[in-house]
């Protein structure tokens, strides 16, 4: 193992105190790079893309590789400057928190308060390391170490009274954690050889495929298992959008040249935010153990959408506050992300209100599920052309039909509030220009 010595600074502790600090630099240690706590209860997350392979150098803040969660889309970075020597996971591998994700071997200053050959050295940093600043000996415990290698501990989630110390007077050195964590390694490496062996031999089975749930698909049963226990009432209504058919009509060429695709989504987002200026009380949340509810100002649709990965649910932000070509904007932004099933958390936190365009697909009418703890979605089903009388009553015309399904959580809305709601968003998308001042 290779060292090299070499003279940072000279720093003025006070009172004309002097100390040289030394540097040991040591090449050649493997340390597992872990992944860390990324917040909001993930335990697990998928690894969506790798940004470096074995063998490439490092820099600390430089990208590892995308993960995702069953809520957001996250960037891990390099704690580390140094080479990476193995990657532990493949494309959508299922890495838990606390595992490790790499090995890098790095290059890290540690700091060595030992050394032998220059006793006047060693006696001048004991002196002014305990008049001026905590010894580099310091104690976590009874353990002596120095804070170098209590910082890889710290990093690595390991206790050092689990470590066996080969240092002097019981000090716990670097090589002495590194040891522990490659035997800790090996027996995650042989506990996931044995648990490979025996999914293999479960799923086995010619006729059958067993695909595991993961990202989104878990964060949908977990949702839906909670949203289920909320009584729902459902209200049906249909809405005439022959004049909203001719105004996107024309305008969409428009858009197209700004850059925007134009559909009716922006405009049914924007009726329910307008409607819920006049009805404040469907954008809450509900509390249940304070049985409250906490009636939101800002109005963050959320818009479900279909991904490759499953169902996502990631809203507009301050709709209240955006024109139709804004929001149309957002959600041209959104549907990319959704392409790419890489959703940053900000995107899928926040949603106060939701709406779900099951029509795109096709249906009708369709009973949806609230998302919690929101207490309102809506469901709009295709435009169909449909024989209707006319204003008079006495004649028959083509009109563009649209259905459109609220459910509600009846333990707080009851269905005058919800039908009122209602026939004001109609109102909207009936006289779509509205939407425009």
Not at 94 to 118: C, K, R, Y
Request: overall charge neutral.
């Amino acid at each position: 193992m290779a060292f090299s010595i070499k003279l940072s600074s000279i720093v003025r502790l006070g009172r004309g105190t002097q100390l040289f600090s030394f540097n040991s630099i040591r090449y050649g240690s493997v340390i597992p790079f872990k992944l860390s706590d990324i917040g909001e209860g993930i335990r697990e997350v998928t690894v969506k893309e790798w940004f470096v392979k074995a063998g490439d150098r490092v820099s600390q803040f430089d990208n590892i590789c995308e993960v995702q969660s069953d809520k957001a889309s996250v960037t891990i970075t390099s704690r580390y400057d140094g080479k990476i020597k193995m990657l532990h996971y493949k494309i959508d591998d299922v890495a838990l928190v606390g595992n490790p994700l790499v090995d890098i071997e790095v290059e890290d200053d540690i700091d060595n308060p030992t050394i032998d050959d220059n006793k006047n050295i060693e006696n001048s940093i004991k002196e002014s390391t305990e008049e001026n600043i905590p010894s580099n000996k310091e104690t976590a415990g009874k353990i002596l170490t120095t804070p170098a290698v209590r910082r890889i501990a710290t990093e690595n989630n390991i206790n050092l009274k689990n470590v066996i110390a080969t240092g002097k007077d019981g000090r716990v050195l670097k090589e002495d954690v590194l040891e522990f964590l490659n035997n800790q390694m090996k027996k995650l490496n042989n506990e996931k050889n044995t648990s490979k062996i025996s999914m293999n031999k479960i799923i086995n089975i010619d006729d059958e495929e067993v695909v595991a749930l993961k990202g989104y698909e878990k964060h949908m049963w977990k949702t839906m298992t909670k949203a289920l226990s909320i009584p729902h009432f459902v209200y049906s209504d249909e809405c005439d959008v022959t004049k909203l058919l001719e105004l996107r009509n024309e305008t969409k060429e428009y858009m197209k040249a700004q850059g925007i695709a134009l559909s009716f989504m922006p405009f049914f987002i924007k009726a329910a935010s307008k409607a819920l200026v006049e009805y404040p009380r469907l954008n809450s949340w509900l509390d249940e153990t304070t049985q409250s509810l906490r009636i939101i100002k800002r109005h963050n649709i959320s818009v479900a959408m279909d991904t490759s990965d499953g169902l996502v649910v990631p809203n507009i932000k301050n709709v209240q506050s955006l024109s139709v070509s804004q929001i149309a904007s957002e959600l041209n932004r959104l549907q990319e992300l959704g392409r790419s099933v890489s959703f940053p958390l900000a995107d899928l936190t926040g949603g106060t209100f939701s709406l779900s365009n099951i029509g795109m697909i096709g249906g009708t009418y369709t009973k949806p599920v609230i998302l919690p703890p929101q207490i309102v979605i809506g469901a709009l089903g295709k435009i169909q052309k449909l024989p209707r009388f006319d204003n008079d009553g006495k004649n028959i015309i083509a009109a563009n039909i649209i259905s459109v399904s609220w459910a509600a959580d009846h333990r707080v809305i009851d269905g005058v509030t919800m039908a009122k709601f209602s026939n004001l968003w109609r109102y909207y998308i009936e006289n779509p220009a509205l939407l425009m001042i």
